[in-house]
């Protein structure tokens, strides 16, 4: 563990040395004994592997069956019957469905070889370079060649290689925020901790991954590549298994439905029409059976919603552009639709419902109680008092001693934001001051009005746990002084109270109470102080006598603080039955005021549970608990997985927000993963499902309004294809059972529909149309009503009733047709046509009712102008197929006339607006 041990044990473990370190030649030995300093990638899958495991899906591998038997019938009619006409469309059948499957393998190809790069963006480590003591020098070593034992410094802004000991320590203060989840840089010391010591506790240890925003040290590796906490994480990451998502489940559901509907009734055909023609005409001969097979292949395409793959990819590709314009980069398409599903969205709290960016929100100068505006880096934001404007004079000497003593900056980037140097407690400081005018060059350089010279500096330290400066102001000697405020009170003699000094004793309850009042707001509180000196003990006081008999001026309320948009976002999710949870590495008592200003909890008593809690309970002791708990403190990665593990064990769809490398095992356990895409590292983006463009929680909220629209229009255009394919099995099979001799010219073995018409209603007719349902805006309840529960059938709530009774509906209209063309005397092509024209108009009609969950009557249909141009050009291309000779071979149609397509072009309307307004009578007379 290393953290327990005391420097010289260690040393000696690792058979290194500390004043020469490591030789090259053992170097190297140990490079070849634990591997080069990086986190072990997985081995990627062959593109031709994933390419081929697009054609397992159920819905694919009937079709491909079809395709078989097409190719067999088309053969069989060319080399034993010489029946060319029947062969040729066979063949054009074959052809048909194998397009329609390489179409879907080729988009399910698309959607698989953009997988995630999680491990692969953790190799960022090796871009560094690390100053290394080898061969008793200096020098610098390539990050991914550190071994444990080496010997390494680091200064202010170097990032961390590996996993070190420190041995040697100068105002050492690292940020760990990727692993920790603290926004507070920690300060570094050599001394041996407690065994049972969390991670944000082991200040003498420095991990992979960290950046060091204060001071130098010097420190020894005791571990590299995937033994590190970084490494940990990765191999986390590789144990977790993706979830399959709710929609992906509810497909896969209703495709096992499907496919066992559709074997029993080829089944139910081939045995039925075997047995009607032996029993009609006494015999089975190669031509009956090749007719039995070429209609149970025309009855089994009818029977799969065949373009559900494609059209649903393409309608999840639309909801991905959905998101994006809400900000929201989702990676993996079938995720699309899961946050509208999601019943618990876990986030962390620094950088996701924090801005990861320290401020101060409120400070205490002069006897008063002043609040800051304005969040972030950037200055700008008034400073007010409870009942006016600030007034300048009454912080003028607590704001010159902030920003004076103090060395962060803050400096434009190319971006044109404003980007922090130095200690964030510094920087916070640095802000505050240039919101009120004050900034430490211009003072510095006398162009305020003041003459000030900064003659010492005596640096922060985590024993004396304080900082000051000596300057000379107006020709009068300072030590300014800032630090914790239980320090800086032990040597103050008087406080700064309405311009005067008052007596420590007479003021100390009021300071006192105020800094309490900060706490209780979860504000971490600074002292600042100063003190007149001589000349004399300018130049020559030590340390300790500088900071002694000070003059306390102000107290700093500094935070995190919450992103300005979150609580609306989450009171809005809260009233969509989405419960909000934080889970955050940083203390109790902040976590719980935080997520009381959010909005997260209500009652100051509400539960925080803790780390060290969830260490002493076993899985069903915390399951037992997670529905209740909202506020999870000083968390570790693991801790967050065994958290989205147990709400998942109670059925719950768990988002998980993050933007650190300890939040990417977590996003990668959810049920969908969300990243901050602004501050978030890389490799939390690779793990994440969705990123967050913006890095607005709010974008969360919006993402599940569009998450629910993009399944409820999923929904409609999976009623209307099933619809569709109820109408197509019902004619088709109302002919099999009920015509048993010839009626006019068209014989008894004629099907109501060619497998081409069936192929052109599912893939033209129907699917463009149900495509551009993908487009419909929501309906109004929609963030009004629960998430859908993600164990019900995608059937469920009427909408199986709806099927039935709409696609038998629209199938008896089919075959009454079929019935009427051939006892009018019709040829069989010519009856044939009429089915079809009649099908096609059918669902063009229905498609309108099934943008809505209650009537068509309730939707305005022409606020989606795609539906009416998918409408317009499936109607006119369906005519067009009936009247150009090349689809009239193709697919056996014919010419009709005037009258008769006027007739099947307005007839099928009929039923979908009786039935609908039927309902919408129902629905008034019941409200």
Known sequence: MYYDQDKKTIISTLESNRSKGLTSEEAAKRLEEYGVNEVQQKKERPAWRIFLQTFKDPLVIVLMGAVVLSLFSASYDFFITDNMAHSRTSLYEAIAIGILILGNAALAFWQENSAKKSLAALQQLAEHQTMTLRDNDWQKVPGKKLVPGDILSVKMGDFIDADVRWLKVAELQVSETHLTGEADAISKQTDELAADSALAERSNMGYAGSTVVNGNGIGIVVATGQNTELGKIAEMLTQVTDQKTPL?????????????????????????????????????????????????????????????????SIVLTIG????????????????????????????????????????????????????????????????????????????????????????????????????????????????????????????????????????????????????????????????????????????????????????LKDAKATVEQQILDFANDALRTLAIAERDISLDEAENATMDELEQKLNLIGIAGIIDPPREEVRQSIKELHAASVSVVMITGDHAATARAIALRLGIITDQAAQVIEGKDMEQMSDDDLYKIVPDCRVYARVTPEHKQRIIRQLQRHGEVVGMTGDGVNDASALRAANIGIAMGINGTEVTKDSADLVLLDDKFTTIERSVEAGRTIFSNIRNFIRQELITNVAEVLALLLGILLIHRSIGNVSATTPTLTTLMVMWVNMISDSLPALALGYDEPEADLMEAKPRDTKKSILADGMLRRIIVRGSVMGFTVFIAFIWAASSGMAAEEAQTVAFLTLVFGQLWHVFDARSSTTLFRRNPFTNWRLLTAVSFAALSSLLATLLPFFNELMGTVPLTAPLYLAVILLPSLPTFIISGIKEVWLRLRK
Do not use: W
């Open 248 to 312: 992906q489940q509810t497909i896969n559901r209703l495709t096992k439905r499907l496919l066992v509907i559709s074997a029993c009734l080829a089944t139910f055909t081939l045995v039925f029409m075997l047995a009607k023609e032996f029993v009609l005409t006494g015999q089975l001969t190669i031509e009956t059976v090749a007719s039995v097979i070429s209609t149970t292949i025309i009855l089994a395409v009818a029977s799969i919603p065949d373009a559900l793959p494609v059209v649903l």
């Open 320 to 503: 991905a552009r959905l998101l994006a314009k809400n900000n929201g980069l989702i990676k993996s398409l079938s995720s699309v639709e899961t946050l509208g599903a999601t019943t618990f969205i876990a986030s962390d709290k620094t950088g996701t419902l924090t801005r990861n960016q320290m401020a101060v929100v409120r400070f205490y100068a002069n006897g008063q109680n002043f609040t800051v505006e304005g969040n972030g880096y950037e200055p700008v934001g008034e400073i007010t008092t409870a009942d006016e404007e600030a007034d300048e004079v009454s912080y003028h000497d607590f704001m010159l001693a902030a920003v004076l003593n103090n060395e962060a900056s803050i400096e434009e980037n190319e971006d044109g934001r404003m980007t922090p140097l130095g200690n964030p407690t510094d920087v916070a400081l640095v802000v505050l001051g240039e919101k009120a005018g004050f900034k430490r060059s211009q003072l510095l350089e006398n162009k305020k009005g003041h003459h000030i010279d900064l003659l010492r500096v005596l640096p922060f330290d985590s024993t004396r746990k304080m900082m000051s400066v000596v300057v000379k102001q107006d020709g009068q000697y300072k030590v300014l002084t800032k630090g914790a405020p239980d320090v800086i009170l032990q040597r103050t003699e008087t406080i700064q109270e309405d311009n005067q000094r008052v007596a």
